[in-house]
């Protein structure tokens, strides 16, 4: 069957698509060969590895990138949808991609090889492509060096009015609490955040690059965030300053190491062009994809031995925490209720 994504427009109608339909609709062609794509992620993270995959097999990458609206628009699709393959960030989003059920599982033997099991579901529904840490951002004037080296540190009394964070329900924020909930039970995690919230500086607020620029004007010393910001701020001229104001720390380095999340990508239901897709796929865990995509939005490789970007290695090698990823997509529910509970964002 060959579904066109001009007829997706009208399927689509009312969802608010940003931007993009890169080849889209252009010219014939028959199911098996293209590969169509949904991402949340933005362009410029992705198009490039898609422009060296159609170069080097011919295969054209048709792609809609939009930051909202994805997943609604793939269920009212359904079996229809043209599309493949979807991109996105974060634990919690490719969890939802499985709980709304609008993918399936893959089972290859490439994928299996490069990406650790705990960075993949374990039945293929969705695999990880790039790392990234939650680490703290510690002021360089006012935080000494050694002086914070673990998450817990960020509830300690001694911190009181000097902590920064976004709201506790955001998606970084509750994987890492979920994380904790699965590493050290319930109890622990809920006195750390109730820690954490009686040392805040003030009402949870903001993006991640939000508590750095507070760190540089000295409303807080210390924040959560991750380490792709890092780069991000040196890159743009007027928050370069704000990633200079801090170090990041690398926490938990004695204990379970730094909490990872990643960004990933899974096989819709429907995908009209499976066997094109997985060669993607495939494409995609190797050195030179891996090493291309975690360079472009200062990410660490999901495969392991992929060299790091100069600026990854600057901030120096760290021990990773080994929690399943699935785990922490089942302990999310909870940890969200939690940060309810706590009144975090009050
Ligand atoms: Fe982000």
């Known amino acids: 069957m060959c579904v066109r ?10 969802l608010a698509l940003l931007v993009g339909t890169l ?36 295969i054209p990458v048709n792609v809609v990138f939009a930051k909202e609206g994805l997943i609604e628009r793939l269920r009212a699709e359904g079996d229809n949808s043209p599309a493949d393959l979807v991109f996105t960030a974060d ?34 529904k969705w695999f990880g492509l790039t790392l990234r840490g939650r680490v703290i951002y510690a002021s360089n004037e006012r935080v000494p060096p050694g002086a914070v080296t673990t998450y817990d540190d960020l509830a300690d009394p001694r911190w009181k009015g ?34 954490v919230k009686a040392n805040l500086a003030r009402k949870p607020q ?13 409303q807080c010393d210390l924040a ?4 792709y910001y890092m780069g991000k701020m040196l890159e743009d001229p007027e928050q370069r300053a704000w990633a200079e104001a ?37 494409f995609l865990v190797s050195d030179e994809a891996q090493q291309m995509y975690a360079e472009i939005n200062h990410e660490y490789p999901i495969k392991a031995r992929v060299p790091w970007s100069d600026l990854l290695r600057s901030w120096g090698t760290f021990r990773m925490d080994t929690v399943d990823m699935d785990a ?19």
């Open 162 to 195: 000097r902590v920064c964070t976004r709201r506790g329900d955001h998606a970084y924020q509750v994987a890492l609490l979920a994380a904790m909930i699965a590493e050290k039970g319930e109890a622990a995690a809920r006195a750390w955040l109730e820690g």
């Open 91 to 124: 634990i919690g989003h490719l969890t939802d991609l499985v709980d709304l059920d609008v993918v399936q599982p893959v089972s290859n033997e490439t994928l299996e090889s490069a990406i650790p099991a705990s960075f993949r579901h374990p039945d293929g």
């Open 23 to 58: 080849g889209l609709g252009v010219g014939p062609s028959r199911a098996g060969e293209e590969v169509n794509v949904y991402s949340t992620r933005q362009a410029f993270l992705i198009q490039p590895l898609f422009d060296a995959f159609t170069e080097r097999t011919g």
């Open 5 to 14: 994504f001009p007829r997706l427009g009208r399927l689509a109608l009312g």
């Open 224 to 227: 959560l965030g991750n380490t």
């Open 328 to 346: 922490v997509a089942r302990h999310r529910a909870r940890a969200l209720m939690m940060v309810n509970e706590v009144g975090y964002n009050n």
């Open 246 to 282: 801090v170090t990041i720390v690398f926490p938990d380095q004695d204990g379970a190491g730094t909490h990872m999340n990643l960004s990933g990508v899974a096989m819709t239901r429907s995908a009209p062009n499976r066997a094109m897709a997985i060669r993607l796929l495939e």
């Open 206 to 218: 903001g993006n991640d690059r939000a508590q750095v620029k507070a760190i540089k004007e000295g």
